[in-house]
Antibody
């Protein structure tokens, strides 16, 4: 059974960089059938796609966040990572990592999510 | 950018009711539309992909329809475990995609 697990600091100071890693187990990240992505949800609000990466390293970002986002992949560790720079309180959210089918771009597996709070 | 809207934003229903949620895209997205269910404190769960295909393991009381700009998610007979928030997601602009704002279904 595929599992995704987010890890990283739960508290980040304003203007600093948020860094999270997603570890994939029970399956290979090096599959041509999937993208691997990050989706966030501010408390009490809806879902926002942040960006996705293909195992080859090709990246795709939400235009509204593109200037601040970097997603990378480490196939040797079966992990992918998110960096979001210059964070503000508006970046406080539950961050999910996810597996995304390349066919219908549906998100078929999600991590449990990790709350990241931006506060001094 | 493709914008997604959902209606209603919330609804109250009773166990056994037939429930319909509507999702509308700002431009035609063919059948590139997926539906998710999210319960409090949990990650979303894929219900329907490609507008009308039922994800493996999802009860058959859930169904999806539509194409172009207008889509519906129907729960034929609402069960206690179906009280949740439902999101649509367009995948026409793949690999870029956007979610609708959500529809909360609670107990009447």
């Amino acid at each position: 059974q595929l599992q995704l697990q987010e890890s990283g600091p739960g508290l980040v100071k304003p203007s600093e960089t948020l860094s999270l890693t997603c570890t994939v187990s029970g399956g290979s990240i090096s599959s041509s059938s999937y993208y691997w992505g990050w989706i966030r949800q501010p408390p009490g609000k809806g879902l926002e796609w942040i960006g996705s990466i293909y195992y080859s390293g090709s990246t795709y970002y939400n235009p509204s966040l593109k200037s601040r986002v970097t997603i990378s992949v480490d196939t040797s560790k079966n992990q992918f990572s998110l960096k979001l720079s210059s964070v503000t309180a508006a970046d406080t959210a539950v961050y999910y990592c996810a597996r995304i089918m390349t066919t219908e771009t549906d998100v078929d597996y999600w991590g449990q999510g990790t709350l990241v709070t931006v506060s001094s | 950018d493709i914008q997604m809207t959902q209606s209603p934003s919330s609804l109250s229903a009773s166990v056994g009711d037939r429930v319909t949620i509507t999702c509308r895209a700002s431009q035609s997205i063919s059948s590139y539309l997926n539906w998710y269910q999210q319960k409090p404190g949990k990650a979303p769960k894929l219900l329907i992909y490609a507008a009308s295909s039922l994800q493996s393991g999802v009860p058959s009381r859930f169904s999806g329809s539509g194409s172009g700009t207008d889509f519906t998610l129907t729960i034929s007979s609402l069960q206690p475990e179906d009280f949740a928030t439902y999101y649509c997601q367009q995948s026409y602009s793949t690999p870029i995609f956007t979610f609708g704002p959500g529809t909360k279904v609670d107990i009447k």
